[in-house]
């Protein structure tokens, strides 16, 4: 059993999402923000870290890897296929080069000369776990809300006058809810909620 932080986007709940309260049963497609750069970083409570057998699953041609930790969390992997062996090889990998992609692959897994790192090569990953409703699909977590919190941001013109907007991490605040919202408007960016997942389920 696990208790993990997801953060829920406001444009993926407003897209296609189903608004949840405290103590509901949910089923969610996650995906591993490995740097933890969602809204530009500083997320440093809210990070998860997962030690798990990456698995391959196929959508549509497309390959996606996955983690299943031993309490039955599901996450995607987003990543680049130059750096998916040395990455499963040493469960270290580096990080420089990751997609900013939907958790797709077009690699195998394996080493350029065909070697692999071999079946049941553990990794360690961790970032932010993120809901994920668009693109490819893979195996979807199951849990019970705990807590939810309204995620405040303020957002700054990259330069006087440019209206292209970023997120100030440093002004990001939460406010615990008992209701995650259908629709956010200016200033709040999603929930970040508390998901209690009881065990793996077979």
Do not use: N
Not at 65 to 76: F, H, P, Q
Not at 167 to 179: K, T
């Amino acid at each position: 059993m696990g208790l993990w932080r997801v953060f829920y986007a406001d444009w993926q709940m407003e897209c296609c999402g189903t608004p949840f309260s405290v103590g509901d049963e949910v089923t969610w497609p996650l995906l591993l923000d490995e740097g933890g750069e969602t809204l530009g970083g500083g997320w440093s409570g809210a990070l998860s870290a997962i030690t798990a057998t990456p698995e391959y699953v196929r959508d549509d041609g497309a390959e996606i890897r996955v983690l299943r930790a031993d309490d039955g969390l599901v996450v995607a992997l987003r990543s680049d296929p130059d750096d998916e062996a040395a990455d499963m090889g040493t469960g270290r990998g580096s990080g420089r080069g990751r997609s900013r992609g939907t958790g797709t692959l077009t690699g195998t897994g394996t080493d350029r000369d065909g070697s692999g790192p071999g079946p049941g090569r553990r990794v360690a990953r961790s970032g932010l776990l993120t809901v994920e409703r668009h693109g490819a699909r893979w195996p979807e977590t199951t849990g019970t809300v705990r807590t939810i919190h309204l995620v405040h941001q303020d957002f700054a013109e990259t330069a006087p006058g440019s209206r292209t907007l970023e997120p100030v991490p440093a002004s990001r605040s939460l406010e615990a809810v008992d209701r995650s919202p259908r629709w956010f408007g200016e200033g709040r960016a999603g929930v970040l909620a508390e998901l209690y997942v009881p065990g793996s389920r077979t």
